[in-house]
């Protein structure tokens, strides 16, 4: 089934098979692989008593932070059904304050309020919409005049090199954009969304965001494993081409 409707469908059937590998993976203060994390950048600030939603929340574990860090209302949306069960668990202890953790495609608005959150917020998930402009245009409905919207995903450049034999080759063009099974993904179906960092910037623009900062500076922990430049994410890779990049924005007060 080649609709956005299909990939949509395998995907989330995918997730729900894999959900367990990725359970507390890719969750805040992490922004992902090899980027400095939100206690270097600081780009949510003062998150007590803002009302918060994650796209693409996966097992809960960013929301829990911004638990800790004081949000006052948690609200997520993941399209795997495990997913949002395991968040469900996870965040019990913030019954009080988690509001609703919607099962739902982010390329569908679930029936979020509008133009009530402070943060809205992805990690590592954004990269899976098969329809960005629309993703963008949910997001922006949901957020506050004033609101800001802060995601990351990997680098579009980073799939696009390899080591091979005894250095890092371009294997792609970076300009090849648009929808296809992710390569990191060899064992199943997994479409994700293959655009250039301007691609994002410019749609941002278009939908209405004014950008406050774009992330592509890298990180390289010292206890980093070396010697396997091969791997998907290797820190000799990282010292050459970020792994992931991070876009900040604001929705205007007009
Ligand atoms: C790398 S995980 C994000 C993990 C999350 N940051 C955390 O703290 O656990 C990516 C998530 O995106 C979700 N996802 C994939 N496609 C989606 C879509 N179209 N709409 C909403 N969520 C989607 C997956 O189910 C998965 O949970």
Same mark, same amino acid.
Request: with cysteine; charged share 20%; hydrophobic share 35%.
């Given at each position: 089934?080649?609709?956005? $409707? #299909?990939?949509? *469908?395998?995907?989330?059937?995918?997730?729900?098979?894999?959900?367990?590998?990725?359970?507390?993976?890719?969750?805040? %203060?992490?922004?992902?692989?090899?980027? %400095?994390?939100?206690?270097?950048?600081?780009l949510?600030?003062?998150?007590s008593?803002?009302?918060?939603?994650?796209? #693409?929340?996966?097992? #809960?574990h960013?929301?829990?932070?911004?638990?800790?860090?004081?949000?006052?209302?948690?609200?997520?949306?993941?399209?795997?059904?495990?997913?949002?069960?395991?968040?469900k668990?996870?965040?019990?202890?913030?019954?009080?304050?988690?509001?609703?953790?919607?099962?739902?495609?982010?390329?569908?608005?679930?029936?979020?309020?509008?133009?009530?959150?402070?943060?809205?917020?992805?990690?590592?998930?954004?990269?899976?919409?098969?329809?960005?402009?629309?993703? *963008?245009?949910?997001?922006?409905?949901?957020?506050?005049?004033?609101?800001?919207?802060?995601?990351?995903?990997?680098?579009?450049?980073?799939n696009?090199?390899k080591?091979?034999?005894?250095?890092?080759?371009?294997?792609?063009?970076?300009?090849?954009? #648009?929808?296809?099974?992710c390569?990191?993904?060899?064992?199943?179906?997994?479409?994700?969304?293959?655009?250039k960092?301007?691609?994002?910037?410019?749609?941002?623009?278009?939908?209405g965001?004014?950008?406050?900062?774009?992330? $592509?500076?890298?990180?390289v922990? $010292?206890?980093?494993?070396?010697?396997?430049?091969?791997?998907?994410?290797?820190?000799?890779?990282?010292?050459?081409?970020?792994?992931?990049?991070?876009?900040?924005?604001?929705?205007?007060?007009?």
């Amino acid at each position: 089934m080649a609709t956005t $409707e #299909g990939f949509i *469908l395998s995907n989330k059937k995918s997730w729900d098979e894999v959900a367990p590998r990725f359970f507390g993976r890719t969750a805040l %203060p992490s922004y992902g692989p090899f980027a %400095p994390d939100e206690d270097k950048l600081n780009l949510l600030g003062d998150i007590s008593g803002a009302k918060v939603l994650e796209i #693409g929340c996966g097992s #809960g574990h960013s929301l829990q932070y911004m638990a800790s860090r004081g949000a006052e209302e948690l609200w997520g949306l993941d399209l795997s059904d495990i997913q949002i069960a395991t968040a469900k668990t996870l965040l019990e202890p913030y019954m009080a304050i988690l509001k609703q953790l919607f099962q739902s495609p982010m390329e569908q608005d679930p029936g979020l309020p509008r133009s009530y959150f402070e943060i809205v917020y992805s990690i590592y998930a954004i990269g899976w919409t098969v329809d960005l402009p629309t993703t *963008l245009q949910n997001v922006y409905g949901y957020l506050k005049p004033g609101g800001i919207f802060v995601f990351s995903w990997e680098h579009p450049l980073h799939n696009r090199i390899k080591f091979e034999g005894d250095s890092f080759v371009v294997k792609k063009s970076y300009h090849e954009e #648009g929808l296809h099974q992710c390569e990191a993904w060899n064992d199943r179906t997994a479409i994700v969304n293959q655009l250039k960092l301007s691609n994002y910037i410019n749609e941002l623009v278009r939908t209405g965001f004014q950008i406050e900062r774009v992330v $592509e500076d890298v990180y390289v922990p $010292e206890n980093a494993e070396i010697g396997n430049p091969s791997r998907w994410y290797s820190s000799e890779k990282a010292e050459l081409i970020p792994a992931t990049f991070i876009i900040k924005c604001v929705k205007p007060k007009k």
